[in-house]
């Protein structure tokens, strides 16, 4: 599968803990990377400052579904799904 050009949902749903250009510590679930364009084209695509993690995610139909709306909603919910529980 290829990546659907400007759907950035895997540049917005997951939360990232290493750091990114502009952002020292990451990001958090749901919020635009800033490397975003406004077209939603990755800035740093190919770069060596692209987080690993960034690197190794790779287009598969479980992940993005058949449009972006879905690709986000799916990865909202696995990030949801993989967050640690709160302590009471």
């Given at each position: ?8 949902a ?10 990114i250009p502009g ?9 635009r ?6 077209d ?33 909603d ?9 967050q ?5």
């Amino acid at each position: 599968m290829e990546c659907r050009m400007g759907c950035a949902a895997c540049c917005i749903a997951p939360s990232i803990s290493s750091a990114i250009p502009g952002l020292p510590v990451g990001k958090p679930a749901g919020v635009r990377c800033l490397q975003l364009t406004p077209d939603n084209l990755c800035r740093i695509f190919g770069r060596p400052e692209r987080p690993a993690v960034c690197r190794s995610l790779r287009p598969e139909r479980e992940m993005c579904g058949d449009n972006d709306a879905e690709a986000l909603d799916k990865l909202t919910v696995w990030e949801k799904m993989t967050q640690p529980e709160q302590g009471s």
